[in-house]
């Protein structure tokens, strides 16, 4: 069964710093534009990074341009995401996507359950 498993996440206070990873038992994970996007309570979910297929080409929203980094590693089938200088607008549900049309694509092929990232102030 093809699925993303996330870790990582946590609370912290603001200008902490978070990784979150995402393990992939996905059989194509190596041809599939990963993503991490974010839904915080009462809004719309939110994209936050890609990385394209070669972990060369990545795309950031500007809410996180700077201090989030997005990172894959196509042997392990991971996807990461550092979050540092975190801010209390950044606390939100957090998922991994696989196999997303295009760098600002708002869907995906696959979905992780999501993990919690928690910034108080």
């Known amino acids: 069964q093809e699925q993303l498993v996330e870790s990582g996440g946590g609370s912290v206070q603001a200008g902490g710093s978070l990784r979150l990873s995402c393990a992939a038992s996905v059989r194509t994970f190596s041809v599939l534009r990963m993503g991490w996007f974010r839904q915080a309570p009462g809004k719309g979910r939110e994209l936050v990074a890609t990385?394209?297929?070669?972990?060369?080409?990545?795309y950031y929203a500007d809410s996180v341009k700077g201090r989030f980094t997005i990172s894959r590693d196509n042997a392990k089938k991971t996807v990461s995401l550092q979050m540092n200088s975190l801010k209390p607008e950044d606390t939100a549900v957090y998922y991994c996507?696989?196999?997303?049309?295009?760098?600002?694509?708002?869907?995906?092929?696959?979905w992780g359950q999501g993990t919690q990232v928690t910034v108080s102030s």
């Open positions: 996507a696989a196999g997303l049309r295009s760098p600002v694509a708002a869907t995906a092929d696959y």
């Open positions: 990385v394209n297929v070669s972990g060369f080409s990545t």
